[in-house]
Nanobody, 124 residues
Framework: QVELVESGGGSVQAGGSLRLSCQMP????????MAWFRQAPGKEREGVAA???????AYAASVKGRFTISKDNTQKILYLQMDSLKAEDTAIYHC??????????????????WGQGAQVTVSS
């Protein structure tokens, strides 16, 4: 099992910005596929953004142009920069990793290791 340690999150007003971080082991950083998911109360977990081992990225339509996924190869940290936040972005955010993606990147079932979650609250 892979240990993923999240940090960041918090409360912000609509239009503001937050950044999430996910520290992960050196052994997987360059070979695993990484993603951020979120789960709002009463809703299913949804894929927000992914970054693949070759560096390409993918985003959910609801966050494209506002969120940026990136990784620091030196510090072995995955980031999610969230700008122009909206009330509907309020959720618990989790980082997740998998060695191979067999289906769609945004399917939570395809990821075996998860961070503990970080609360993001956006007030309107």
């Amino acid at each position: 099992q892979v240990e993923l340690v999240e940090s960041g999150g918090g409360s912000v007003q609509a239009g503001g910005s937050l950044r999430l971080s996910c520290q992960m082991p050196v052994s997987i950083f360059n070979t695993y596929q990484m993603a951020w998911f979120r789960q709002a109360p009463g809703k299913e977990r949804e894929g927000v953004a992914a970054i693949f081992s070759r560096g390409t990225t993918a985003y959910a339509a609801s966050v494209k142009g506002r969120f940026t996924i990136s990784k620091d190869n030196t510090q072995k940290i995955l980031y999610l920069q969230m700008d122009s936040l909206k009330a509907e972005d309020t959720a618990i955010y989790h980082c997740a990793v998998t060695r191979w993606i067999w289906g769609q990147w945004h399917e939570a079932g395809g990821y075996g290791d998860w961070g503990q979650g970080a609360q993001v609250t956006v007030s309107s």
